[in-house]
């Protein structure tokens, strides 16, 4: 497997979409034009992709996305706004593949939460590796699930000494919240491809925050 630099990799329309519409939630039309038009990606304003699971929204996309929040509103905003447009993601997103992945189900819901956060985030690792170009894989240890990504749409082609991937980091967030009924725990990017590392590794720990 090649990763040269002009290849290109790409999720499904409709995830391009959700993550255009969660982030017009939190920045409001007027800041998300403005980022879209700073990331060169003005074909995409107020023409968002189609609701469909074709491969049409490419890395570089949602790396230049990313990269322009924090041009817009300072490295500092940008991070908040861009894990705020994550957890609106995962509700958006929820809302699209949530019945067809079963999460939804009460048979999962009433797992223990232990079960539930396992069985969730495996869920969840699949659907990116059946549905998009993003690789993703899932890494147990006692006190914490790794979750490391092996290619990633959010830093793509970006580089920075700080990890990157606050958008990823909110998904995850608001994933936790919704598969425990309301708990919230500490979700923390260590590694990321932004600065030199081989993957963009995400730790979770499977304690709750009292
Ligand atoms: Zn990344």
Request: glycine share 8%; aromatic share 10%; charged share 25%.
């Given at each position: 497997m090649?990763?040269h630099?002009?290849?290109?990799?790409?999720?499904?329309?409709?995830?391009?979409?959700?993550v255009?519409?969660?982030?017009?939630?939190i920045?409001g039309?007027?800041?998300i034009n403005?980022?879209?038009n700073?990331a060169?990606?003005?074909p995409?304003?107020n023409?968002?992709?189609?609701?469909n699971?074709?491969?049409g929204?490419?890395f570089?996309?949602?790396?230049s996305l990313?990269s322009?929040?924090e041009?817009v509103y300072?490295?500092?905003g940008g991070?908040?706004?861009?894990?705020?447009?994550?957890?609106?993601?995962f509700?958006?997103g929820?809302?699209?593949?949530?019945?067809?992945l079963g999460?939804?189900?009460i048979?999962?819901r009433l797992?223990?939460?232990n079960?539930?956060?396992?069985?969730?985030a495996?869920i969840?690792a699949?659907?990116?590796?059946?549905y998009?170009d993003q690789?993703?894989?899932?890494?147990?240890?006692?006190?914490r699930?790794?979750?490391?990504?092996?290619?990633?749409?959010?830093?793509?082609?970006?580089?920075?000494?700080e990890p990157v991937?606050?958008?990823?980091?909110?998904?995850l967030e608001?994933a936790?919240?919704?598969?425990?009924?309301?708990?919230?725990?500490?979700?923390?990017?260590v590694?990321?491809?932004?600065?030199?590392?081989?993957?963009?590794?995400?730790?979770?720990?499977?304690?709750?925050?009292?």
């Amino acid at each position: 497997m090649t990763n040269h630099v002009s290849q290109d990799y790409y999720y499904p329309n409709k995830m391009g979409r959700i993550v255009l519409q969660a982030t017009e939630e939190i920045l409001g039309r007027n800041g998300i034009n403005a980022v879209l038009n700073l990331a060169k990606l003005i074909p995409l304003i107020n023409n968002y992709p189609p609701n469909n699971l074709d491969l049409g929204f490419s890395f570089s996309k949602l790396g230049s996305l990313q990269s322009s929040l924090e041009n817009v509103y300072g490295s500092r905003g940008g991070r908040g706004l861009a894990l705020r447009s994550g957890r609106a993601c995962f509700k958006y997103g929820l809302r699209e593949f949530g019945t067809m992945l079963g999460i939804t189900d009460i048979t999962f819901r009433l797992l223990p939460l232990n079960t539930k956060l396992k069985v969730g985030a495996s869920i969840f690792a699949d659907t990116f590796n059946k549905y998009t170009d993003q690789r993703v894989r899932l890494e147990e240890e006692e006190k914490r699930f790794l979750w490391h990504i092996d290619r990633c749409p959010v830093c793509w082609d970006r580089h920075s000494d700080e990890p990157v991937c606050h958008l990823a980091v909110g998904i995850l967030e608001e994933a936790l919240f919704w598969v425990s009924g309301g708990k919230h725990f500490n979700v923390e990017e260590v590694l990321c491809i932004a600065k030199g590392d081989l993957t963009c590794t995400i730790v979770i720990d499977k304690q709750p925050i009292e």
